[in-house]
């Protein structure tokens, strides 16, 4: 790795304004429908079968029935709407959301906290917990929908797997291509899918419209009261309702506030309610169709035509995780958690739209294992749902903090919700702990690989800042002991460092080794902000070193992408404009050697963080460098 590397730093007064969506809020309504609620829109095909049939059956009876979907009901009311709709979304990082986000956000307004370190451990246990969510949504979300087939024509079972793979395979392979022309079909269709959902609901719901009781609180209490146990582990099939909530935070750079909340309270959260109560109405009819409900609520001749819309759908919903792991992933090369990997821009118009091809291969490769190893939805759902429900949980604490130390709530408000928050997801987080043994424990180990690395990287980068601090010389000494006994060479050289304040390996081995330095030299350090955008005219900060000596900080937000040649490009006060062609570029490549001469990490630790820093992309690439102007000068650290 370069020396030149991302800081986290704390904007404070200097944060930019707030950025998000310049569409009209109907464009940006339908593009959440589209993009935000494929997820938790899909939910239907699995909730209510898991609950009846999943690892712990119930008898499909009025009670549980009725005790089931008034849990539904009040479950979406709670984490949904109140939670994210309601409080969650104000906690906006100048219009993004998410984990880090939300980890920025509180740590740039608390900074120096005694806590603080304790919600940055959070916020990335959060992160690891999703790349768990990321892999089993596409493997559920698509088998769920093709095992629709055998409810058309149970002799077409040995095809649920081919075509699941096929299509998981299709989706992953065209992601290179972006998601722009795509997207522009996403809204329309999942309208139609909600229109299509809610319509066979209330088809049900006419022939037993007693069902419209669940709404009241009461039949989940009847529910409690009849079996306490069985109710309690049917909560973990249950929580199966609101998955893909969180990417209504996580996304709502994307469409912004006012339209994720619009189409979730006006369109997604009745058509979901109104398929839930339907396949209630049908299960009170049939107890027999909770073999499969969803499909069960259509005609024989609709039936195939609801499969189709329905995979459609899922591949939606899978497209959305998909996307949401890249950003996030984006944002952890950012903010310092994860080498630098190669991120192509799929979209002029869209810088949110990015595409990682280590992510996207390393997905396509565990969900494949996921469909080949689980074989059926009802295997996967005992996988799913403890990763979502620790991700909850770790945002209700994190949200308890922001609402009593940044906003400054009323304390009796700010700890009622909070409380009541925890309860809520600490009741469905201790129900799934019970699906461990049965597929449980799959996103709880990615979660913790994912943690060791994140945490790895980010160890050793501090360890390595820190070795090379030592032996770092200041600036101003550097300047006046030089300016005056070394030659100079006509152009421009830019050094690469952790720091404007101090020289950087690169210049002394330069020195060390051709005794020249050009007329101008840059000291240049590159910044990202603990926000996710950086105005342009915030974007530069420089000082004149004097003797021809500059110190330059480029600051970035963490969602943005760094590009060193285009923003030079900008200086107008370090004499003559840049011109490429006159300008080299000097990084410094740190070759690791793990030992156990210093106490940092465990060895094992040390030789991961040097294989990742071996494997990180080049900063010549990360930094937009151009090839024909860069030299590399290495050196060998021990940590």
Known sequence: MATATADIALSGDNAPAHHGPRETLPKLMLGAVGVVYGDIGTSPLYTMKESFLGPHPLAVDPLHIFGVLSLIFWTLMMIVTFKYVGVAMRADNKGEGGSFALLSLIARNLAGKRWTAGLVVMGVLATCLFYGDAMIT????????????????????????????????????????????????????????????????????????????????????????????????ALGSVFLCVTGAEALYADMGHFGRKAINFSWLTLVYPCLVLNYMGQGALLLGNPHAAINPFYLLAPDWARLPLVILATVATIIASQAVISGAFS??????????????????????????????????????????????????????????????????????????????????????????????????GA???????????????????????????????????????????????????????SASVHRVRGTS????????????????????????????????????????????????????????????LHYGFMEEVDIPRDLALIKTCGAPFDMMSTSFFLGRQKLIASKKHEGMALWRERLFAWMLKSSESAMEFFKLPTNRVIELGSQLQI
């Open 494 to 553: 830019v050094f690469l460092s952790t720091s404007a304040e101090v020289v950087p390996a690169a210049l002394l081995h330069n020195l060390k080794h051709n005794q020249v330095l050009h007329e101008r030299v840059l000291i240049l350090n590159v910044k990202v902000e603990e926000v996710p955008h950086v105005p342009v005219k915030k974007r530069l900060e420089i000082h004149d070193a004097g003797s021809g000596f500059y110190r330059v900080i």
């Open 328 to 425: 996030v992933t984006h944002q952890a090369v950012q903010l310092g958690f994860l080498p630098r990997l190669r991120t192509e821009h799929t979209s002029e118009k869209a810088a949110g739209q990015i595409y990682i091809p280590a992510v996207n291969w390393g997905l396509l490769v565990m969900v494949i294992l996921l469909v080949l190893g689980f074989r059926e939805s009802s295997n996967l759902a005992s996988a799913y749902g403890i990763a979502v429900t620790g991700t909850m949980l770790i945002t209700t604490a994190m949200l308890g903090v922001m609402m009593v130390s940044v906003w400054k709530w009323n304390r009796l408000v700010a700890f009622g919700l909070t409380g009541l928050f925890l309860l809520v997801d």
């Open 138 to 233: 596409p493997a559920i979300s698509v088998l769920s929908a093709v095992e629709g087939l055998t409810i058309v024509q149970a002799g077409l079972q040995p095809l649920v797997l081919p075509i699941s793979i096929g299509i998981l395979v299709a989706l992953f392979l065209v992601q290179a291509r972006g998601t722009a022309r795509v997207g522009l079909i996403f809204g329309p269709v999942m309208l139609l899918y909600f229109a299509v959902i809610a319509f066979l609901g209330i088809v049900n719901i006419v022939k037993h419209p007693d069902i419209i009781g669940i709404v009241n609180p009461v039949w989940a209490v009847k529910f409690f009261a009849y079996n306490p146990k069985l109710a309690f582990l």
């Open 428 to 482: 469905y987080f201790a129900s799934n702990i019970t699906k461990i043994p049965d597929g449980g424990w799959f996103p709880l180990l990615i979660a913790a690989i994912s943690f060791t690395v994140l945490t790895t990287w980010a160890k050793g980068r501090q360890l390595m800042r820190e070795r090379l601090q030592e032996a770092a010389l200041p600036l101003e000494v550097f300047i006046k002991s030089v």
